[in-house]
């Protein structure tokens, strides 16, 4: 039924003919068009489908009470898994909706009549440092809309922020204790504010997002249909994630979560699954009220409002605009804590009886797209067992399935090529091979060990904040990490050295030994790529690129430069100058002249230590984080993502 390769060269030269096959699709077929997205994911799951079927019919053992049926079971089943969530996401990926002309069109109704709803905005907060904070509360404070009210709701209780918001005129709110959470704090601030403000509306805000001074005004109308509780915009940052900042391609390569805020959700959009992603949203308050507020049951009450929602006929829609941008896990702590939260949260609401699979008004398509996400995060140990499988072979003789390398030339590596150029092809050059694999790595023991605890105790665990801020200006070894990986690429490569030199190495390799030596090659490519990473290098204050004439002026001698980059405490211009003990003063376009003092000079350039006022520095901050700049990249750029990588692996750290 599934007969191998009769040869290499054959297999080559097939496999050949398909990469230019799918290369000819993903330059022919335009991704916004239904049947081109049909197409080619019809096509790509279609060769997974038959790479599944050969694993069952072909490559397992028949299953006894032995460590190697055990094992290459344990394998198949994880990754089906696996197989089963990628044929989910390109069945979801199949539609895709765009709303900006239905927010033109909203916004354009409101500025017609006149009628803009009041809104409360509530930034929560929880041990977030001052200057994380004051982003998001100056940036909230400067929204360009008619009627609002800013309320800081601090679930940690601190007069340093209630004197902050006094002295801004925001609105402050506590509460005695932190029960429920993110989700007990936005209740409390609901109960509070229904007897002052009683705004219709309500944005939510993280501690770290700042808004851009539009979001209300293009959010907000999309409220006006009765079926809509919830308008949700994307999540974007100003800073590179650890993975991109530790290995040095932040300007090249795209955060992990690109594809699922700027592709995923629009698609889950067009079947009517969005769902609320906790910041940078708007919600209706009487839609809350009749539900009883924000669910506490789950440590995700973002995922868990949509979906209760959800079961009373309501809609979470999608508004795929950059509306906010936010403080990314700057650590890799910070970096897995988040991705633990949010695997724990999807199977905590797959077990309550207000979820996805409860006795409740979902329809079937809200119930599968649920799965395909629990699914998501169940196949986060296949990436663990794909690490560890070669030394298994090499050393314990025990193969994770029973396959030569010609059989997975024939039905293996078709289906990998295809799904590697499919998801390029539909993320808009988000997604590439080997990268991705060392990205979901990082992650995926800590997933791992998280579902293991929910098996046995799935409720009553902490919720866990992702800190952010702090003095992250020393280098780092996360050595538990280091180690894991470490081990696991020295394994890999321990196991082709064993191929090759061990006693009882073969004299001549066997179709399967070859297989698992280039299984072990790429193994052993992941395993290094995530033990970089774990190396954290160190991080100072974020700049941004700005590219400004300007003056400088010293001594009362003003002198032109270009302000190259710009941040509330520092300015980098050029050209370098030698500056006297004098004062030095720099016009920040749109702010006025700052005061600065020299600091390090790195050939033409010379960096200013700004001391800004406070209203220079509220002004700083506004204006750099409520404008357009793009400070990280949108999509991958192939050659600089290799080149950087490149010198992060071999060259040493300059200080």
């Known amino acids: 039924m599934f007969d191998s390769a009769p040869d290499v060269a054959t297999a080559v030269w097939t496999n050949l003919g398909l990469v230019v096959g799918a290369l000819i699709l993903a330059g022919a077929l335009d991704r916004r068009h239904l049947a081109d997205r049909a197409l080619f994911g019809f096509t790509c799951a279609a060769l997974l489908v038959a790479y599944a079927l050969w694993r069952w019919h072909d490559t397992l053992p028949a299953f006894e009470p032995t460590a190697e049926s055990w094992w290459a079971h344990l394998f198949f089943g994880c990754e089906m898994v696996a197989v089963t969530q990628t044929l989910l996401a390109i069945l979801i ?88 959470a993110k989700g007990g704090n936005l209740n409390n601030a609901l109960a509070k504010t229904a007897e002052l403000t009683n705004a219709p509306v309500v944005l939510l805000l993280d501690a770290d997002f700042a808004a851009r001074p539009n979001i209300l005004r293009r959010t907000v109308g999309l409220l006006a249909d009765p079926s809509v509780a919830i308008v949700q915009t994307p999540q974007f940052y100003y800073n590179g994630d650890p993975i991109q900042h530790n290995l040095g391609i932040q300007k090249s390569w795209v955060d992990d979560q690109r594809f699922f805020f700027e592709i995923f959700e629009p698609a889950k959009d067009a079947w009517g699954c969005a769902f609320c992603v906790g910041t940078s949203c708007v919600i209706r308050r009487d839609k809350l009220e009749m539900m009883g507020g924000f669910p506490t049951e789950s440590v995700t009450e973002d995922l868990h409002v949509s979906y209760k929602l959800m079961a009373r006929g309501l809609k979470t829609i999608w508004l795929n605009e950059r509306l906010s941008v936010g403080l990314s896990a700057e650590g890799l702590p910070e970096y897995l804590t988040q991705r633990a939260r949010w695997c724990l949260g999807t199977i905590q609401g797959a077990l309550l009886s207000s979820g996805p699979f409860g006795w409740n008004r979902l329809n079937f398509t809200q119930r599968w797209h649920y799965l395909q996400a629990l699914l998501h995060w169940c196949s986060k140990p296949f990436t663990v067992l ?48 080997i990268l991705s694999e060392i990205t979901e790595s990082i992650a995926a023991l800590a997933i791992s060990a998280v579902m293991v605890r929910a098996f046995f105790k799935p409720f009553g665990q902490p919720f866990k904040v992702t800190d952010k801020g702090g003095d992250r200006s020393q280098p780092k070894i996360r050595t538990r990490l280091a180690l894991i990986f470490g081990a696991a690429m020295a394994l890999s490569l321990a196991s082709i050295a064993w191929s090759f030199f061990s006693p009882v190495a073969p004299s001549e390799l066997s179709s399967a030994d070859l297989f698992n030596l280039l299984w072990a090659a790429v193994a052993a490519i992941i395993a290094f790529g995530a033990f970089l990473v774990s190396f954290e290098r160190p991080r100072g204050e974020e700049e941004f690129e700005v590219e400004e004439e300007t003056f400088v002026r010293i001594a009362g001698e003003t002198m032109r430069c270009v ?60 204006r750099l984080f409520t404008s357009p700049i793009d400070n990280a990249a949108r999509t991958v750029k192939i050659r600089p993502t290799v080149r950087a990588l490149l010198r992060r692996a071999f060259q040493p750290e300059r200080p």
């Open 93 to 180: 990926l199949l539609r895709h909706r765009d709303r900006t002309g239905q927010a033109d069109a909203a916004e354009r109704a409101l500025e017609a009549s006149g009628a803009w709803p009041e809104v409360d905005i509530f930034i929560c907060t929880f041990r977030e440092p001052l200057e994380v904070l004051e982003k998001s509360i100056l940036s909230a404070a400067a929204i360009d809309y008619p009627h609002f009210t800013v309320w800081v709701l601090d679930d940690t209780r601190r007069a340093q922020v209630r004197e902050f918001c006094a002295e801004l005129g925001v609105n402050y709110l506590t509460r005695p204790d932190n029960t429920g």
């Open 563 to 622: 302000l190259v980059r710009l941040s509330p405490n520092s300015a980098p211009i050029t050209p370098a100058f030698d500056p006297a003990d004098a004062p030095i003063q720099i016009l920040v376009p749109n702010i006025g002249w700052i005061g600065a003092r020299p600091g390090r000079k790195t050939g033409k350039l010379l960096a200013l230590q700004l001391a800004p006022s406070a209203e220079q520095r509220h002004a700083l901050i506004v």
């Open 386 to 433: 794909l690490l560890l499988a070669p030394p298994i072979y090499w050393f314990g003789g025990v193969p994770a399935f029973h396959a030569d390398y010609l059989s997975f030339l024939r039905f293996g590596l078709p289906a990998l090529i295809c799904l590697w150029i499919y998801n390029f092809w539909i993320s808009g050059a988000r997604t590439l091979p």
